[in-house]
């Protein structure tokens, strides 16, 4: 895909001087988006928190390299190579209690604790068809090139570059990273794809499960949980918000945090014995079973916002 020249003076971007996580298109926007985005600005704020832990995720090469892994199943790399395509994906991330009896009262509707150790989650990950109808098109098209680039004149000229957009909390912080994803892993993810994957699903169980996209997330979820003594450095304290997204799943919000956290705890073999229990409970409270959102439906994709909080690099 052939990408028009950007303009420097077209699309430029205003930086939140305050805490680098926002671009606005505007002094007008930045105005405007004010009294939502002071919540959020500020040296410990949760932006700077997802930046930092989205940072450590692509930091480590274990869980980088199954990034990579998904990123080829779900834009099927292996069929076709799509070098030239500029390849975005949203990858929809969450903080859960470490402690899967933290989750389970939290969901369950108990749980008094003043203090919730926390860690990085993924909740989903989507490939954006059409990314260019996006206002941050020409944005992310740029950080594309620069990234395509960077990988061209360091010899990878067969490897794709894909933007991935980690969005926390339905792009009120969304971080965009480009990826390159390495041709050479094509080959043991097809070997993986004749072998299966193995999925603990408790501390004494495993099971073997097919490899795709949606199993990648759930090895890496697990590689995360598994990690007690935080040397990948993606655990941090629960805040409110994020206890208010799992109790909004035990309302049945239909908020794009709590659909995407539904989803995730009644398909991610970890939450089995939870989740069987919170079904039990609404299908004594209401008569029926509780529903679930496709994920590709449009309550669920229709970001990233006009004006979400961003911040980029590239993996060094």
Same mark, same amino acid.
């Given at each position: 895909?052939?990408?028009?020249?950007?303009?420097?003076?077209?699309?430029?971007?205003?930086?939140?001087?305050?805490?680098?996580t926002?671009?606005?298109?505007s002094?007008?926007?930045?105005?405007?988006?004010?009294?939502?985005?002071?919540?959020?600005?500020g /040296?410990?704020?949760?932006?700077?928190?997802? *930046?930092?832990?989205?940072?450590? !995720?692509?930091?480590?090469?274990? !869980?980088?390299?199954?990034?990579?892994?998904? @990123?080829?199943? &779900?834009?099927? @790399?292996?069929?076709?190579?799509?070098?030239?395509?500029?390849?975005?994906?949203?990858?929809?991330? =969450?903080?859960?209690?470490?402690?899967?009896?933290?989750?389970?009262?939290?969901?369950?509707?108990?749980?008094?604790?003043k203090?919730?150790?926390g #860690?990085?989650?993924?909740?989903?990950?989507?490939?954006?068809?059409?990314?260019?109808?996006?206002?941050?098109?020409?944005?992310?098209?740029?950080?594309?090139?620069?990234?395509r680039e960077?990988?061209?004149?360091? =010899?990878?000229?067969?490897?794709?570059? *894909? !933007?991935?957009e980690?969005?926390?909390?339905?792009?009120?912080?969304?971080?965009?990273?480009?990826?390159?994803?390495?041709?050479?892993?094509?080959?043991?993810?097809?070997?993986?794809?004749?072998? =299966? !994957?193995?999925?603990?699903?408790? &501390?004494?169980?495993?099971?073997?499960?097919?490899?795709?996209?949606? %199993?990648?997330?759930?090895?890496? %979820?697990?590689?995360?949980? &598994?990690?007690?003594?935080?040397?990948?450095? @993606?655990?941090?304290? #629960?805040?409110?918000? /994020?206890?208010?997204?799992?109790?909004?799943?035990?309302?049945?919000?239909?908020?794009?945090?709590?659909?995407?956290?539904? *989803?995730?705890?009644?398909?991610?073999?970890?939450y089995?014995?939870?989740?069987?229990?919170?079904?039990?409970?609404?299908?004594?409270?209401? =008569?029926?079973?509780?529903?679930?959102?496709?994920l590709?439906?449009?309550?669920?994709?229709?970001?990233?916002?006009?004006?979400?909080?961003?911040?980029?690099?590239?993996?060094?």
């Amino acid at each position: 895909m052939d990408l028009p020249p950007s303009n420097p003076d077209v699309h430029r971007l205003l930086r939140c001087s305050k805490c680098e996580t926002v671009l606005y298109c505007s002094k007008e926007c930045q105005t405007r988006n004010w009294p939502v985005h002071k919540g959020f600005c500020g /040296d410990t704020t949760p932006g700077k928190l997802i *930046a930092k832990l989205v940072k450590n !995720l692509t930091c480590s090469t274990l !869980l980088y390299v199954q990034l990579q892994a998904c @990123l080829i199943l &779900a834009f099927d @790399l292996l069929q076709r190579p799509r070098c030239d395509e500029c390849l975005i994906a949203r990858m929809d991330i =969450g903080i859960e209690p470490c402690d899967l009896a933290d989750f389970a009262e939290i969901l369950l509707g108990g749980s008094s604790k003043k203090s919730v150790q926390g #860690m990085l989650q993924l909740n989903g990950i989507t490939v954006l068809v059409n990314p260019g109808r996006f206002k941050f098109a020409a944005d992310r098209q740029a950080t594309w090139r620069r990234a395509r680039e960077e990988a061209d004149s360091n =010899g990878f000229h067969n490897d794709a570059i *894909a !933007l991935v957009e980690f969005v926390y909390a339905d792009a009120e912080i969304s971080v965009c990273v480009p990826v390159r994803v390495a041709s050479k892993l094509k080959k043991p993810v097809a070997a993986r794809i004749d072998q =299966g !994957l193995t999925i603990a699903t408790t &501390a004494t169980h495993e099971l073997k499960v097919h490899y795709d996209d949606i %199993n990648c997330i759930q090895y890496i %979820n697990q590689t995360i949980r &598994a990690d007690k003594n935080n040397k990948l450095l @993606l655990r941090t304290p #629960m805040r409110p918000r /994020d206890i208010k997204i799992i109790r909004d799943v035990a309302a049945g919000s239909d908020s794009v945090p709590a659909i995407l956290l539904h *989803a995730k705890i009644a398909r991610e073999h970890v939450y089995e014995a939870t989740y069987q229990m919170f079904v039990e409970r609404w299908k004594a409270a209401t =008569g029926v079973a509780p529903s679930l959102v496709p994920l590709n439906s449009d309550r669920v994709v229709s970001r990233p916002r006009d004006e979400n909080p961003n911040v980029s690099w590239s993996r060094g």
